[in-house]
């Protein structure tokens, strides 16, 4: 009885032993990198042979690439194009490095063949297997919101965020003189459409939150005035037209309320007020300038510059107390803020060495990263999705510009609207 | 084409199946022999550009080790020219026991089944006799139970002299065991030391191979390789943390996938990791089997946003 006892206490001693020498070793991989996935876009095969039809692969390709998180591989030297999984040579497209495809064909369906179907699917190369399969209806002359939305689901599916695709962009452009318009486009810059006609210049076009109404900075009263303007139908009111000069308007989260600066009393001091004109508060009185109100995706804050130590710096202010905190400490100046949907990134332009360049600053880290190259970039403001940014910038000519950056940094791409100049731009909201 | 004398003579049967047995373990032997001196040292040289910071510490160890290893061979060797002289002895006077034993079994076995003959004949006979001469003929019966006991008592005193060779055996055999076991006795001392000295080495090289960063060496660059495909922009900005299990073949590369232990809670983090293991393939692995037996199952760690407080 006693023998045994030992013998068992003896084995558990053993098997304790031998696990704790076969304990697994362990690797840990601190941080990442900022890459890109690979993936093809093959062209769809195209059953009816129409030729827009036959464009989406590379609208398709051009978003996935403009987000800066992917990258697209060149397939000119392919010469077979799968249309499903089933004739995917798995080791062909590993040795090109894409870690994806997306594969697909279109097909007319409908009464007189009017209508197109495109069934499309997004294939795994390492895992050889297709990660999602969708068919997708609609007119021939939709190929580019087709696209768009292909390109929205591959972006959601992969990199866990609505991909913004198929969002529209704003942006005011100078046509001649005493020619201004106010455009609303495709985020890419297709289908521009003017909202505004105006001989003076409009300018800090803001777009709600819920997507329905834009509000703008107009000097058709000899002096800078707000309008809040009713996309759908067109109608606009006068939202601030107060003693001095009235700009920079700014939504509150839920559409309800704007920001917006009055030299009502000397310089430049942040209000705020109702989205019909009523109920106007002034939120901080100081002796410096407040400018530029962005608010807090959770409405408790607003961002500001001020000059009030000397340089223009980026604070914040609660929106109930009126505490404020000093933001940015980097560069010589740092204006024009907004903040990520997510609230953890601050976007800004910081100007150092006489150079204002597109920066961001992680909120929880407060570290910065500079996107652009500057030296004259402008009005920075977040994709819905937070990944990109939209800004102006000086191209040679200095003729103003406007393009996109990613956040990582890594993808630059202008968004063609045209050779006139662009005085300012915004994004507007995802589609539901 | 018999060979009687092979099928009689127990003896000449039994020394040549000795004699393939003792060639097959002496052969087996000194196989084995030349196996345990040639195995161990010879995969560290050829990976020590890689990590330069790593290196400097390894040579002078790596000098160190075959000052160690000269004299192994031949101390080996001795201990195995002992064990080899003492192996033989002990397996001759373990063969040549068991041939006595069989024999003795033989002669035990005969006996009894002549015996069984017989009784069973001699049951025949007297059944037939009885039969045929029935109660008349009691005298002869009797006689023949007579014979029948008699024989009974031959067959018996055959049997106690066998057993009393047998015991004679026994005790033969028993003082050969004195023998045998000191004989044991000393060749287990030799192997004790023996096996000290490589236990004693065995570390050294161990302690030698972790010290050196062999083994850090390879985690280090199984940890750069998967790094580089980390896509830490799919992972959020919060700190957070993936672990994965993995399996590796001496290729390096990956058995069955990546096991994920711990989510991140965001599917595209998760993948993008799971991406960065199976995209990282094949991992570097060592030549050595010692050190990639170490690497073969990995835990691997991942905190894409920086380090969780």
């Given at each position: 009885?006693?023998?045994?006892?030992?013998?068992?206490?003896?084995?558990?001693?053993?098997?304790?032993?031998?696990?704790?020498?076969?304990?697994?070793?362990?690797?840990?991989?601190?941080?990442?990198?900022?890459?890109?996935?690979?993936?093809?876009?093959?062209?769809?095969?195209?059953?009816?042979?129409?030729?827009?039809?036959?464009?989406?692969?590379?609208?398709?390709?051009?978003?996935?690439?403009?987000?800066?998180?992917?990258?697209?591989?060149?397939?000119?030297?392919?010469?077979?194009?799968?249309?499903?999984?089933?004739?995917?040579?798995?080791?062909?497209?590993?040795?090109?490095?894409?870690?994806?495809?997306?594969?697909?064909?279109?097909?007319?369906?409908?009464?007189?063949?009017?209508?197109?179907?495109?069934?499309?699917?997004?294939?795994?190369?390492?895992?050889?297997?297709?990660?999602?399969?969708?068919?997708?209806?609609?007119?021939?002359?939709?190929?580019?919101?087709?696209?768009?939305?292909?390109?929205?689901?591959?972006?959601?599916?992969?990199?866990?965020?609505?991909?913004?695709?198929?969002?529209?962009?704003?942006?005011?452009?100078?046509?001649?003189?005493?020619?201004?318009?106010?455009?609303?486009?495709?985020?890419?810059?297709?289908?521009?459409?003017?909202?505004?006609?105006?001989?003076?210049?409009?300018?800090?076009?803001?777009?709600?939150?819920?997507?329905?109404?834009?509000?703008?900075?107009?000097?058709?009263?000899?002096?800078?005035?707000?309008?809040?303007?009713?996309?759908?139908?067109?109608?606009?009111?006068?939202?601030?037209?107060?003693?001095?000069?009235n700009s920079a308007p700014a939504w509150s989260p839920d559409s309800k309320k704007l920001a917006i600066v009055l030299t009502y009393s000397a310089n430049s001091q942040i209000y705020t007020i109702d989205a019909d004109g009523k109920n106007i508060k002034q939120l901080m009185r100081t002796r410096s300038i407040n400018t530029e109100p962005a608010w807090s995706p959770n409405g408790k804050e607003i961002y500001f510059s001020s000059d009030r130590a000397g340089s223009a710096q980026i604070y914040k202010v609660d929106v109930d107390t009126n505490e404020v905190v000093r933001v940015t400490f980097e560069g010589n100046n740092n204006v024009s803020p907004s903040l990520s949907p997510d609230g953890k990134l601050l976007l800004f332009l910081n100007q150092d060495n006489g150079s204002y360049r597109v920066a961001i600053q992680n909120l929880l880290s407060n570290q910065m990263l500079k996107l652009t190259n500057g030296p004259d970039d402008e009005s920075p403001i977040f994709s819905p999705n937070g990944h990109m940014v939209l800004f102006t910038y000086k191209d040679y000519g200095k003729v103003s510009k406007i393009g996109t950056v990613s956040i990582n940094g890594l993808k630059m791409t202008?968004?063609?609207?045209?050779?006139?100049?662009?005085?300012?731009?915004?994004?507007?909201?995802?589609?539901? | 084409?018999?060979?009687?004398?092979?099928?009689?003579?127990?003896?000449?049967?039994?020394?040549?199946?000795?004699?393939?047995?003792?060639?097959?373990?002496?052969?087996?032997?000194?196989?084995?022999?030349?196996?345990?001196?040639?195995?161990?040292?010879?995969?560290?040289?050829?990976?020590?550009?890689?990590?330069?910071?790593?290196?400097?510490?390894?040579?002078?160890?790596?000098?160190?080790?075959?000052?160690?290893?000269?004299?192994?061979?031949?101390?080996?060797?001795?201990?195995?020219?002992?064990?080899?002289?003492?192996?033989?002895?002990?397996?001759?006077?373990?063969?040549?026991?068991?041939?006595?034993?069989?024999?003795?079994?033989?002669?035990?076995?005969?006996?009894?089944?002549?015996?069984?003959?017989?009784?069973?004949?001699?049951?025949?006979?007297?059944?037939?006799?009885?039969?045929?001469?029935?109660?008349?003929?009691?005298?002869?019966?009797?006689?023949?139970?007579?014979?029948?006991?008699?024989?009974?008592?031959?067959?018996?005193?055959?049997?106690?002299?066998?057993?009393?060779?047998?015991?004679?055996?026994?005790?033969?055999?028993?003082?050969?065991?004195?023998?045998?076991?000191?004989?044991?006795?000393?060749?287990?001392?030799?192997?004790?030391?023996?096996?000290?000295?490589?236990?004693?080495?065995?570390?050294?090289?161990?302690?030698?191979?972790?010290?050196?960063?062999?083994?850090?060496?390879?985690?280090?660059?199984?940890?750069?390789?998967?790094?580089?495909?980390?896509?830490?922009?799919?992972?959020?900005?919060?700190?957070?943390?993936?672990?994965?299990?993995?399996?590796?073949?001496?290729?390096?590369?990956?058995?069955?996938?990546?096991?994920?232990?711990?989510?991140?809670?965001?599917?595209?983090?998760?993948?993008?990791?799971?991406?960065?293991?199976?995209?990282?393939?094949?991992?570097?692995?060592?030549?050595?089997?010692?050190?990639?037996?170490?690497?073969?199952?990995?835990?691997?760690?991942?905190?894409?946003?920086?380090?969780?407080?």
């Amino acid at each position: 009885m006693k023998q045994s006892f030992w013998k068992f206490f003896f084995l558990i001693w053993l098997v304790c032993i031998s696990n704790a020498s076969h304990a697994l070793e362990v690797i840990e991989i601190l941080g990442g990198k900022a890459s890109q996935i690979p993936v093809a876009v093959i062209p769809f095969k195209d059953n009816n042979a129409q030729k827009s039809m036959q464009l989406m692969h590379e609208v398709i390709t051009n978003d996935l690439n403009r987000s800066g998180l992917f990258s697209s591989i060149d397939i000119s030297g392919v010469s077979d194009y799968p249309i499903d999984e089933r004739e995917v040579n798995f080791s062909n497209w590993a040795a090109l490095q894409s870690q994806f495809i997306v594969v697909g064909k279109i097909d007319a369906i409908g009464r007189s063949n009017s209508q197109m179907q495109v069934t499309w699917s997004l294939i795994d190369i390492y895992k050889e297997k297709t990660v999602l399969s969708v068919a997708i209806k609609g007119q021939p002359s939709q190929y580019r919101v087709i696209a768009h939305r292909i390109a929205d689901t591959i972006y959601e599916k992969l990199t866990g965020s609505k991909g913004v695709f198929d969002t529209n962009i704003a942006f005011v452009k100078k046509l001649g003189k005493e020619k201004y318009s106010l455009f609303i486009a495709d985020y890419d810059g297709h289908n521009p459409r003017a909202i505004v006609n105006s001989r003076y210049s409009i300018i800090s076009p803001r777009w709600s939150p819920n997507g329905k109404k834009i509000a703008y900075v107009s000097f058709e009263k000899k002096k800078p005035v707000i309008y809040v303007q009713d996309i759908e139908t067109g109608k606009r009111t006068l939202l601030a037209n107060f003693r001095g000069n009235n700009s920079a308007p700014a939504w509150s989260p839920d559409s309800k309320k704007l920001a917006i600066v009055l030299t009502y009393s000397a310089n430049s001091q942040i209000y705020t007020i109702d989205a019909d004109g009523k109920n106007i508060k002034q939120l901080m009185r100081t002796r410096s300038i407040n400018t530029e109100p962005a608010w807090s995706p959770n409405g408790k804050e607003i961002y500001f510059s001020s000059d009030r130590a000397g340089s223009a710096q980026i604070y914040k202010v609660d929106v109930d107390t009126n505490e404020v905190v000093r933001v940015t400490f980097e560069g010589n100046n740092n204006v024009s803020p907004s903040l990520s949907p997510d609230g953890k990134l601050l976007l800004f332009l910081n100007q150092d060495n006489g150079s204002y360049r597109v920066a961001i600053q992680n909120l929880l880290s407060n570290q910065m990263l500079k996107l652009t190259n500057g030296p004259d970039d402008e009005s920075p403001i977040f994709s819905p999705n937070g990944h990109m940014v939209l800004f102006t910038y000086k191209d040679y000519g200095k003729v103003s510009k406007i393009g996109t950056v990613s956040i990582n940094g890594l993808k630059m791409t202008p968004i063609d609207v045209g050779s006139e100049t662009i005085l300012e731009s915004t994004w507007g909201p995802l589609s539901d | 084409m018999r060979l009687p004398w092979l099928e009689n003579n127990d003896n000449l049967q039994a020394n040549l199946f000795t004699l393939v047995i003792h060639l097959a373990l002496f052969i087996f032997m000194i196989f084995s022999v030349n196996w345990q001196v040639k195995t161990p040292y010879y995969a560290e040289v050829e990976l020590w550009d890689a990590i330069p910071t790593q290196i400097k510490p390894k040579p002078l160890i790596k000098r160190a080790t075959p000052k160690v290893q000269k004299p192994q061979p031949s101390i080996a060797e001795k201990i195995v020219e002992a064990k080899k002289d003492a192996d033989i002895q002990l397996k001759k006077k373990k063969a040549a026991e068991l041939k006595k034993k069989k024999a003795a079994e033989l002669k035990k076995k005969k006996a009894a089944e002549l015996k069984k003959k017989k009784a069973a004949e001699l049951k025949k006979k007297k059944a037939a006799e009885l039969k045929k001469k029935k109660a008349a003929e009691l005298k002869k019966i009797e006689q023949l139970k007579k014979k029948a006991l008699e024989e009974e008592k031959l067959a018996e005193l055959q049997k106690r002299l066998l057993e009393d060779e047998e015991v004679e055996k026994v005790q033969k055999k028993l003082l050969e065991q004195d023998d045998l076991e000191r004989l044991q006795e000393e060749l287990r001392n030799k192997d004790l030391a023996k096996e000290t000295r490589i236990a004693i080495e065995g570390t050294q090289d161990l302690v030698a191979g972790t010290n050196s960063g062999e083994l850090e060496k390879y985690k280090a660059l199984i940890q750069q390789k998967i790094y580089q495909n980390v896509n830490k922009q799919l992972c959020g900005l919060d700190p957070l943390e993936l672990i994965f299990e993995i399996v590796l073949m001496p290729t390096g590369d990956l058995i069955g996938g990546a096991k994920m232990i711990k989510s991140s809670k965001i599917e595209s983090c998760d993948q993008a990791v799971e991406r960065a293991i199976l995209q990282a393939q094949p991992l570097p692995m060592p030549q050595d089997n010692r050190l990639f037996s170490q690497l073969k199952k990995l835990k691997l760690k991942f905190q894409p946003n920086g380090p969780i407080n």
